[in-house]
């Protein structure tokens, strides 16, 4: 018989192992990517697949020399701050007008807003392309950034909108008292107070545009062209350059990926929604 | 929202004595009216006037092969689309996907997230080892599990088949839409995650503890504590993941291909077939038509399951 204390152990290392255990299945598949990364395309093909080998550079050395990784990452780069940046502008503002002057067309629209987000973005791909061509923004960043504004935008708004309906209103009107204006109010006491949740919002975006695919491919040829595109071209020829594709693959992945596990916690934390009181 | 009697903006001139409550009220409409719009307007015309060219090019008959033979040709477009064997297909498989991803997600998300609120040894790396997937590429997904891991031959499942002895499966060509379910679900548990974790970390220890000193069993606290208190956030990741699973695209495209036949085809694929591989700006127009028409459908209909609870704090 056991005791209460071994009990409670025992139920600890179970659950800590079934944790490990279904952790390391999720992330098995990027593991198993990188690995690959690192093996000769013969190794790489080979069956049953190896767990043991001798690390090679000579992928990555390849598809540095091939293509310039840098020039791809920089557009990545470029768009997915450009767009995030552009987008917390206009949501900032639009956010506060809907949480601290709420009137009764403020649910719809935040609704509406959100609705936009459903149109299936092939639907519209051919009218785009053409405004782009006639407005010559087609494999310019610009275009990519407009667009990636335009689809995360009501995202943006309703989690901003979330973070800003928390902060009690009364800190706002004694602002107000001592004769704030509206943008010394956002900028001097709800930015301060809601970072956290501003934070979050951000890292979404970057992460949403960087490995935004549909416009990317569709709407850039070779000036503009971002790391999802760099990808797309190393995948035509089929499955014949695993190892090339992989270390291709971990170049794109890696910048975002990085990114993301440092802001974990602060993702975990804000990321909510306003689901959690 | 309550009226205060106080000055409003002495930016805008409302001197605190002169200006009524009313026009207070005016004053303030008017500055969050300039905040708002900026956001309403650029989304308005990103709706509109790619849409009203939509509508426009879904009357001719407009197909890039021939170009300058343009005739109006009314309703023909849609009646060719929905008429097609590929639209009942496309819209099946959009909905088969959906649904199967979210049950996925939602029933994974809560175990999963669960079961990593408990105190063990690594949580912090398990946590982030249980998100990654989410930070990954759609492109790269699709390519990596499509060569790496599903592949009849030299995959990892393959292997792992074959070691206990059993035949491997060419999952493509068996399951096809198995195959991408797993994929794209595969990308969307670990949301459900990232954001179920976050709330089981506001779960009252205390009415826990409460219920188990009442001889409340693990099952009936998940059932009576857990799960009401993560209903709200599951509504989240519900609204969320079907707009962005409406649209699956990348992981049908680098993947299938949209087949074999019409097996694995979405109606995001079958317009992008259509569009790009025909040269049918007319008809893919007209199925882009469609699919927003559906997506309204959907939109609606969640928003009147689980708006309310997105929008009603408390």
Same mark, same amino acid.
């Given at each position: 018989m056991l005791t209460l204390k071994q009990a409670r152990q025992l139920r600890t290392v179970l659950l800590g192992t079934l944790g490990w255990l279904v952790a390391l299945i999720i992330f098995f598949p990027i593991f198993w990517m990188v690995l690959t990364s690192f093996k000769t395309e013969i190794e790489a093909f080979s069956s049953p697949p190896q767990l043991f080998f001798m690390p090679t550079l000579e992928n990555y050395i390849e598809i540095n020399s091939r293509s310039s990784y840098l020039t791809y990452a920089w557009n990545s780069v470029v768009v997915s701050f450009g767009s995030t940046f552009i987008g917390m502008l206009l949501a900032v503002p639009a956010a506060y007008s809907m949480a601290f002057f709420e009137t009764k067309r403020t649910k719809s629209t935040l609704l509406w807003?959100?609705?936009?987000?459903?149109?299936p973005p092939v639907g519209v791909l051919v009218p785009i392309y053409l405004l782009f061509k006639d407005f010559g923004l087609l494999d310019t960043r610009t275009g990519l950034i407009i667009i990636y504004t =335009?689809?995360?935008?009501?995202?943006?708004?309703?989690?901003?909108?979330?973070?800003?309906?928390?902060?009690?209103?009364?800190?706002?009107?004694?602002?107000? =008292?001592?004769? *704030?204006?509206?943008?010394?109010?956002?900028?001097?006491? =709800?930015?301060?107070?809601?970072?956290?949740?501003?934070?979050?919002?951000?890292?979404?975006?970057?992460?949403?545009?960087?490995?935004? *695919?549909?416009?990317?491919?569709?709407?850039?040829?070779?000036?503009?062209?971002?790391?999802? *595109?760099?990808?797309?071209?190393?995948?035509?020829?089929?499955?014949?350059?695993?190892?090339?594709?992989?270390?291709?693959?971990? =170049?794109?992945?890696?910048?975002?990926?990085?990114?993301?596990?440092?802001?974990?916690?602060q993702l975990v934390r804000g990321l909510s929604f306003g689901a959690v009181k | 929202m309550s009226i205060s009697n106080l000055q409003v903006d002495k930016a805008t001139g409302a001197e605190g004595s002169a200006s009524s409550v009313?026009?207070?009220?005016?004053?303030?409409?008017?500055?969050?009216?300039?905040?708002?719009?900026?956001?309403?307007?650029?989304?308005?015309?990103?709706?509109?006037?790619?849409?009203?060219?939509?509508?426009? #090019?879904?009357?001719?008959?407009?197909?890039?092969?021939?170009?300058?033979?343009?005739?109006?040709?009314?309703?023909?477009?849609?009646?060719?689309? &929905?008429?097609?064997?590929?639209?009942?297909?496309?819209? #099946?498989?959009?909905?088969?996907?959906?649904?199967? /991803?979210?049950?996925?997600?939602?029933?994974?998300? /809560?175990?999963?997230?669960?079961?990593?609120?408990?105190?063990?040894?690594?949580?912090?790396?398990?946590?982030?080892? &249980?998100?990654s997937p989410f930070f990954i590429m759609p492109t790269v997904t699709a390519l990596v599990w499509k060569n790496l891991l599903l592949h009849p031959v030299s995959g990892v499942f393959a292997a792992v088949w074959r070691f206990f002895g059993a035949q491997p499966v060419d999952w493509f060509a068996e399951y096809p839409m198995g195959a991408i379910i797993m994929?794209?679900?595969?990308?969307?548990?670990?949301?459900?995650?990232?954001?179920?974790?976050?709330?089981?970390?506001?779960?009252?220890?205390?009415?826990?503890?409460?219920?188990?000193?009442?001889?409340?069993?693990?099952?009936?606290? #998940?059932?009576?504590?857990?799960?009401?208190?993560?209903?709200?956030?599951?509504?989240?990741?519900?609204?969320?993941?079907?707009?962005?699973?409406?649209s699956v695209f990348a992981e049908i495209f680098t993947t299938t291909g949209g087949g074999p036949g019409y097996a694995t085809t979405n109606l995001a694929f079958l317009i992008y077939t259509q569009a790009l591989l025909q040269f049918d700006v007319g008809m893919a127009s007209a199925g882009g038509l469609v699919a927003v028409i559906i997506a309204n459908i959907a939109a609606f209909i969640l928003i009147r399951i689980i708006g309310k609870n997105l929008t009603d704090k408390q």
């Open positions: 807003m959100l609705s936009t987000k459903m149109l =335009l689809i995360n935008l009501p995202i943006m708004v309703w989690m901003i909108y979330t973070y800003f309906k928390e902060i009690p209103k009364d800190i706002l009107e004694a602002a107000r =008292l001592d004769g *704030a204006t509206p943008i010394q109010e956002i900028v001097r006491v =709800l930015l301060p107070i809601s970072k956290g949740g501003l934070a979050s919002t951000v890292l979404l975006a970057l992460i949403l545009s960087w490995n935004e *695919a549909f416009w990317s491919l569709n709407l850039t040829a070779s000036t503009a062209a971002p790391l999802t *595109a760099l990808v797309a071209s190393y995948s035509s020829p089929e499955g014949l350059f695993w190892a090339k594709l992989s270390a291709v693959s971990t =170049l794109a992945c890696a910048p975002i990926l990085i990114f993301g596990w440092l802001s974990q916690k | 009313k026009s207070q009220n005016r004053q303030k409409s008017r500055i969050s009216l300039a905040m708002v719009s900026p956001s309403v307007l650029v989304l308005l015309v990103w709706m509109i006037v790619p849409l009203a060219m939509t509508i426009y #090019f879904s009357l001719i008959r407009y197909n890039l092969l021939y170009p300058g033979d343009e005739p109006f040709v009314g309703l023909e477009n849609y009646y060719y689309f &929905l008429t097609d064997e590929g639209f009942a297909a496309g819209a #099946f498989n959009t909905l088969y996907l959906v649904l199967s /991803v979210l049950a996925i997600s939602v029933i994974f998300g /809560v175990l999963i997230a669960v079961l990593v609120d408990n105190d063990f040894w690594g949580r912090g790396i398990v946590r982030v080892l &249980l998100i994929i794209v679900s595969w990308q969307w548990v670990p949301f459900a995650v990232l954001l179920l974790m976050t709330a089981m970390q506001s779960l009252d220890q205390e009415q826990k503890d409460a219920a188990r000193l009442d001889g409340a069993g693990p099952l009936a606290i #998940f059932w009576h504590i857990t799960l009401p208190h993560l209903m709200r956030p599951i509504a989240v990741v519900v609204m969320i993941e079907t707009i962005f699973l409406l």
